[in-house]
């Protein structure tokens, strides 16, 4: 039953002004793709021919695309579902089912999508740490301006029903869990970060976190950026512009990445991370504490805010 995902392709949203949403996400380092009168499809440095889309109308969080491995995988989840496969709006096209799970939120699955061009990455220079001497002769030098978007990496959702969701993701998209926030015993389950099922290749740490809050919501969608300088020159930049900060700069024990949280104009979290663990199939999977969640190896606790 089910396929096996092989990442996170996009997020899609609505917002009324489609103007203010692009300045923000260019300053939030995305590039457009396309531009209709009504859709605004942005894209990072990657060959994903999008990774955000809005929509124009009321704010809102609409739907999280994965990438199925082959048609044929797509065939075979429309099968088992009995779900048509409908063509996908956009830059490189390709196919779509369109799914919706147990709290509501539509979750499209894609195949066939054309890859573009990948946008080469700022030149970037070796670092000097105290161990590996590894940048001679040559001065650091950064520009100033946005972080480099490369791809989505994660998307959080909170969810009514922790176990109820979990058992529709695995058994549709088979993802496997890499740490479950356990109180401890199965029915005290809080929540887990999701990683997808490779096989022998490593796969980002989560590629879903489903929390179970009770309440249905999109919690946040994190793209990772070319590295740590560019992170922080993100950060100013965005500070500069007056753009609203959530959470960070930190680096957080699940997954391990360095961490910056930044909310639309709309109020939806986006969150910009680099160096976070890659894990095969086989590595297996932990128990962790709550504690675990919000704490961080270095950095701010979040603010009460932070997941609504
Ligand atoms: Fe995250």
Redesign the pocket.
């Known amino acids: 039953m089910g396929i096996k995902i092989q990442d996170v392709a996009y997020v899609s949203f609505s917002a009324p002004d489609l103007d203010e949403m692009e300045a923000f996400l260019i300053e939030f380092g995305m590039v457009r793709a396309e531009r209709t009168s009504d859709a605004l499809y942005m894209r990072g440095l990657d060959e994903n021919p999008f990774l955000q889309v809005t929509y124009l109308g009321e704010p809102a969080f609409l739907a999280a695309g994965f990438k199925a491995a082959s048609m044929e995988n797509l065939e075979t989840l429309a099968r088992e579902e009995n779900a048509p496969i409908d063509s996908l709006n956009g830059p490189g096209g390709g196919s779509v089912v369109r799914l919706t799970d147990p709290n509501g939120f539509r979750i499209e699955v894609v195949a066939g999508r054309r890859s573009v061009a990948r946008i080469d990455a700022p030149a970037r220079s070796p670092i000097n740490d105290a161990y590996a001497m590894l940048r001679l002769n040559t001065l650091k030098r950064l520009t100033k301006g946005p972080s480099h978007v490369k791809r989505l990496g994660?998307c959080?959702l909170n969810v009514r029903s922790f176990r109820e969701s979990e058992a529709w993701y695995k058994s549709r998209l088979g993802l496997i869990t890499s740490d479950e926030i356990n109180l401890g015993s199965p029915e005290q389950a809080l929540g887990a970060f999701l990683r997808c099922d490779r096989g022998p290749i490593p796969s980002d740490h989560h590629t879903m976190?489903l929390l179970g809050t009770g309440k249905p919501g999109f919690n946040?969608a994190?793209f990772q950026v070319a590295d740590f300088d560019d992170l922080m020159c993100g950060h100013d930049f965005l500070k500069q512009k007056g753009r609203h900060h959530e959470w960070g700069i930190g680096r957080?024990l699940l997954?391990s990445?360095i961490?910056d949280y930044w909310r639309d104009p709309w109020g939806h979290t986006l969150?910009h991370?680099t160096d976070g663990d890659l894990l095969d199939a086989a590595w297996g999977s932990r128990i962790s504490s709550l504690q675990d969640v919000i704490g961080t190896q270095w950095g701010p606790m979040p603010p009460s805010s932070m997941g609504s």
Request: net charge negative; glycine share 10%; proline share 0%.
């Open positions: 994660h959080v976190f946040h994190a957080h997954g990445q961490f969150e991370w």
